[in-house]
């Protein structure tokens, strides 16, 4: 990094292991589930996703949400769902297709497995797990497409 001219300072790899910059992609990943969720929340009235889950995943998630219940806490069953279970639901709105095509997701699987990968970045952050160097050509791409997602969801 150059300050003035000069070398101010020497960025490493173990430099964005630190804790500001984790914070800031668990922020973006944080802003994505919101977006799938609010995503799921407007194409599905109601409850009509829980017919898109298997009925072991559905299981699941209303044993949390009746655990959730149990001890007051404001969640509803949508709440309840794993960050995969969210993606595979996203992508059954065809709209999130289109623009994941226009920005370097050609194929259903290809998201599928960007979503893998996202939802493992997020529990290494939230596990303080190392994230290791090849994540960042990762994480560089996840940070521009949610900047386009954003950009073409809000902007519509």
């Known amino acids: 990094m150059k300050i003035l001219g000069e070398v101010g300072a020497i960025v490493t790899l173990n430099d964005l292991e630190k804790p500001p910059v984790r914070m800031f992609l668990f922020g973006m990943i944080t802003?994505?589930?919101m977006l799938m969720t609010w995503g799921i929340r407007m194409h599905f009235p109601g409850d009509s996703w829980c017919e898109h889950l298997s009925p072991g995943r559905l299981t699941k998630a209303e044993s949390l949400w009746k655990e959730r219940q149990r001890r007051n806490s404001a969640a509803d069953l949508l709440d309840c769902l794993q960050f995969s279970d969210w993606g595979q639901l996203l992508l059954r709105i065809p709209r999130?297709?289109?623009?994941?095509?226009?920005?370097?997701?050609?194929?259903k699987q290809a998201a599928l497995k960007a979503?893998?990968?996202l939802?493992?970045?997020r529990n290494n952050i939230a596990?303080?797990?190392h994230i290791i160097p090849e994540s960042w050509?990762?994480?560089i791409i996840f940070s521009?497409?949610?900047e386009i997602l954003l950009g073409e969801t809000m902007g519509s």
């Not at 999130?96 to 194929?107: D, T």
């Open 127 to 129: 596990h303080s797990q």
């Open 96 to 107: 999130v297709l289109e623009i994941l095509s226009r920005n370097g997701i050609p194929s």
């Open 119 to 121: 939802e493992t970045l």
């Open 144 to 146: 521009t497409r949610l």
């Open 115 to 117: 979503i893998h990968e």
């Open 31 to 33: 802003i994505f589930e």
């Open 137 to 139: 050509n990762r994480i």
